[in-house]
C-alpha cells in the first residue's frame, strides 16, 4: 500500500513541472518575438540610430531650399510670368500664344531670311571688318546730321547702337554678296533720267554737282531690288518647314 501511494505522489508533482516548462518555453518565444520586432523596428527607423540633430539638419536644409527657389522664383519669374493684371498673373506662354498669331509668320520669315544669309556669307567666304562697320556708322551719323540726331534716331526705332552695328554688318556683309552674284552698272543715262524726273529736289543745281549723289542712290537702288531677287530665288530651293 505505500508503494502505491508513493507512485501517486510522483505523478502528482511531475505535472505542474511540465506546465512550468512549457510556460517557460512560450516566454522565451514571447522575447524573441520583442526582440525581433524591436531590431525591425530600429532599422526601418534611421531616426532612431542617427544623431539627435538629424531633425534640425533637415529643417535647416528645407528652409534653405526653399529660401533658394523662392530667390530664383523672383529672379526668373519674367520666363514664366509676363505679369499681373489686379494681382491675376499672365503667363508667359499666354503672351507667347498671342504674339505668334500676331507676328509668328512674320517673325519666322525674317529668321529664314537671317540664316539663310548666313549660310551663304559662310559658303562664299564673306565676312566684315570693323572697320568697315565703323566707317559705314560714320557716314550714316553724318546724313543724319551728327551723334545727337543719331542717338535720338535710334530711341525712336528702340534701338541700341550695338544693334545698329549689327545691322550695318549685315547689310554690308548682304551687299558684297549681291555684288559678287550680279554685276550692277550705274549708267549716265539712268542718271541724267534720274536727275530730269526729279527736278523739283534738285531746284536749282547742275547735274555735274549731284552726279555722284544719284549714282550712289540708283545703286543702293539697284542693290535692293538685287536682294529681293536673290531672297526669292534662294528660297526657292532651301528646304523650309514652318509649323506656325
Given at each position: 500500500m505505500a508503494k502505491s501511494t508513493s507512485k501517486k505522489t510522483i505523478t502528482k508533482k511531475s505535472v505542474p513541472m511540465k506546465e512550468s516548462k512549457t510556460?517557460?518555453?512560450?516566454?522565451?518565444?514571447?522575447?524573441?518575438?520583442?526582440?525581433a520586432l524591436s531590431k525591425e523596428a530600429v532599422s526601418e527607423s534611421p531616426s532612431v540610430r542617427r544623431s539627435p540633430f538629424g531633425f534640425l539638419t533637415k529643417l535647416v536644409l528645407i528652409i534653405a531650399l526653399g529660401s533658394l527657389l523662392f530667390l530664383l522664383a523672383q529672379k526668373y519669374r519674367?520666363?514664366?510670368?509676363?505679369?499681373?493684371?489686379?494681382?491675376?498673373?499672365?503667363?508667359?506662354?499666354?503672351?507667347?500664344?498671342?504674339?505668334?498669331?500676331?507676328?509668328?509668320?512674320?517673325?519666322?520669315?525674317?529668321?529664314?531670311s537671317e540664316r539663310l544669309l548666313i549660310q551663304e556669307l559662310k559658303k562664299n567666304k564673306i565676312s566684315v571688318t570693323e572697320k568697315e562697320?565703323?566707317?559705314?556708322?560714320?557716314?550714316?551719323?553724318?546724313?543724319?546730321?551728327?551723334?545727337?540726331?543719331?542717338?535720338?534716331?535710334?530711341?525712336?526705332?528702340?534701338?541700341?547702337?550695338?544693334?545698329a552695328k549689327d545691322s550695318i554688318n549685315q547689310s554690308l556683309a548682304l551687299k558684297k554678296l549681291i555684288e559678287k552674284s550680279y554685276k550692277i552698272e550705274i549708267t549716265d543715262e539712268a542718271i541724267k533720267k534720274y536727275f530730269d524726273d526729279n527736278k523739283t529736289m534738285f531746284a536749282g543745281k547742275k547735274l555735274e554737282d549731284?552726279?555722284?549723289?544719284?549714282?550712289?542712290?540708283?545703286?543702293?537702288?539697284?542693290?535692293?531690288?538685287?536682294?529681293?531677287?536673290?531672297?526669292a530665288g534662294i528660297r526657292k530651293t532651301a528646304k523650309v518647314v514652318s509649323f506656325i
Open positions: 510556460k517557460a518555453a512560450k516566454s522565451v518565444r514571447v522575447i524573441k518575438k520583442l526582440r519674367g520666363h514664366l510670368i509676363a505679369g499681373t493684371i489686379n494681382s491675376v498673373p499672365v503667363s508667359r506662354y499666354e503672351l507667347n500664344q498671342k504674339m505668334v498669331e500676331k507676328y509668328g509668320k512674320q517673325t519666322f520669315d525674317e529668321i529664314v562697320v565703323s566707317d559705314e556708322m560714320a557716314k550714316i551719323v553724318k546724313d543724319y546730321g551728327g551723334e545727337e540726331a543719331f542717338k535720338a534716331a535710334l530711341s525712336q526705332y528702340n534701338l541700341t547702337e550695338a544693334k549731284v552726279k555722284a549723289d544719284i549714282k550712289d542712290t540708283l545703286y543702293q537702288q539697284e542693290v535692293y531690288a538685287k536682294t529681293q531677287e536673290w531672297f
